[in-house]
C-alpha cells in the first residue's frame, strides 16, 4: 500500500532554515496537486502553502516570503523550504497529496488522496 513519507523536520534556532520533504513510499506515475499544513500545540491544522501539477502556488499570509513551495515532478517528490523561522511556526507538519498511482489511474482520472505521516519543526533557542 502506497504511503506518503514526510522527511526534514528537526530542531533549528529562529532565524534558521529547513527543508522538508514528501514523497510517496513506491513507484507511482505521477502526483497531481500538493500540499503542506502543519498543527501547533493547542491549535486546529491550517494550511501552509499548496502547488499544483503545473506549478501554481498559494501561501498562509503568515508565512508568505519566508517559505517555498515547490515539486519535482520527475522525483515525484515535493518540498517545503522554511527561511527566517519564528518560534510561531513550531508544529508538526504534515504533506497531502492526490497520488495517481498507476498509467490506467491516469486514463481514467482516478487520484487517492493521501496524508503523510507528520514531521516536528521546533524553531526555538
Known amino acids: 500500500q502506497v504511503q506518503l513519507v514526510e522527511s526534514g523536520g528537526g530542531l533549528v534556532q529562529p532565524g534558521g532554515s529547513l527543508r522538508l520533504s514528501c514523497a510517496a513510499s513506491?513507484?507511482?506515475?505521477?502526483?497531481?496537486?500538493m500540499g503542506w499544513y502543519r498543527q501547533a500545540p493547542g491549535k486546529q491544522r491550517e494550511l501552509v502553502a499548496t502547488?499544483?501539477?503545473?506549478?501554481?502556488?498559494v501561501y498562509a499570509d503568515s508565512v508568505k516570503g519566508r517559505f517555498t513551495i515547490s515539486r519535482d515532478n520527475a522525483k515525484k517528490t515535493g518540498y517545503l523550504q522554511m527561511n527566517s523561522l519564528k518560534p510561531e511556526d513550531t508544529a508538526v507538519y504534515s504533506c497531502?497529496?492526490?497520488?495517481?498511482?498507476?498509467?490506467?489511474?491516469?486514463?481514467?482520472?482516478?487520484?487517492?488522496?493521501?496524508w503523510g505521516q507528520g514531521t516536528l519543526v521546533t524553531a526555538s533557542s
Open positions: 497531502n497529496a492526490d497520488l495517481v498511482v498507476t498509467y490506467s489511474d491516469y486514463i481514467t482520472n482516478r487520484y487517492l488522496r493521501l
Open positions: 502547488i499544483t501539477s503545473s506549478g501554481n502556488t
Open positions: 513506491r513507484s507511482i506515475f505521477s502526483i497531481n496537486a
